[in-house]
């Protein structure tokens, strides 16, 4: 008697973990967000010259962007950007690991 409850009560909470982690996780876009783009070289040794692009925001956060446009791959240059925030950081040894954004929308 007393394993058949402690069954039932496993499968009732498995059930409710379940239906409430089924929600989808609604992104949030981060607006009008004053920032500048910083040009950063790898380190990848004294014969290679590979180099990538972070954002700086007003707030200090340092993000990798997704989608930036070539005309805004420009070093200091002064943005206003509209991003969604992934959660999810590059993987390198060479670069900076700062989280993955993507660029909704971005202007001078």
């Known amino acids: 008697m007393r394993t058949r409850a402690l069954i039932s ?22 607006t009008d967000i004053n920032a500048t783009i910083l040009q950063v070289k790898y380190a990848c040794g004294t014969g290679c010259d590979a180099t990538g692009f972070i ?4 707030g200090m956060q340092l993000y ?13 240059l002064s943005v206003k950007i509209q991003f969604t925030r ?3 950081f590059p993987i390198s040894f060479t670069a900076p690991s700062y ?6 929308g971005i202007e001078k």
């Open 55 to 58: 954002i700086k925001t007003s």
């Open 99 to 104: 989280e993955l954004i993507r660029i909704e």
């Open 9 to 30: 009560c496993f499968i009732y909470t498995y059930f409710i973990l379940a239906f409430l982690g089924c929600g989808k996780n609604k992104e949030v876009v981060f």
């Open 64 to 76: 990798t962007p997704i989608g930036l446009p070539p005309e805004f791959r420009v070093n200091e």
């Open 86 to 88: 992934s959660g999810k």
